[in-house]
């Protein structure tokens, strides 16, 4: 059993920045086996994916509303995942998820039924 603790949400004005990070753990952990990813659920929609990241974080995936302002990467002896969110828009408001998936792939899913592990959520506000 995989354990995921998220930090870093909060509130924060429009074109400002904020990290996510997840931390990952459990017994016997290899934390580079598993594709790690973000996702996000604002009021009355949808989880969404919002990146994802292979075991090995040479490939990753965005969604294009995210594309060009938001950057997933992994630290792998910290067994830690993060998002770097800059020019955050007020649409960005929505609690985040990380998410893990075993065993890891080299094209990082993007589907919430992939994801094995999931963890509490931090709740991101962007205000106008």
């Known amino acids: 059993q995989v354990q995921l603790v998220e930090s870093g949400g909060g509130l924060v004005q429009a074109g400002g920045s904020l990290r996510l990070s997840c931390a990952a753990s459990a017994s016997g952990l290899t934390f580079s086996s598993y594709t790690m990813a973000w996702f996000r659920q604002a009021p009355a929609k949808e989880r969404e994916i919002v990146a994802a990241?292979?075991?090995?974080?040479?490939?990753?995936y965005y969604v294009d509303s995210v594309e060009g302002r938001f950057t997933i990467s992994r630290d792998i002896p910290k067994n830690t995942i993060y998002l770097q969110m800059n020019s955050l828009k007020p649409e960005d408001t929505a609690v985040y998820y990380c998410?893990?998936?075993?065993?890891?792939?080299?094209?990082?899913?993007?589907?919430?039924?992939?994801?094995?592990?999931w963890g509490q959520g931090t709740q991101v506000t962007v205000s106008s």
């Open positions: 990241i292979n075991w090995s974080g040479e490939t990753s």
């Open positions: 998410a893990a998936q075993w065993p890891g792939s080299f094209v990082p899913k993007i589907r919430m039924d992939e994801y094995d592990y």
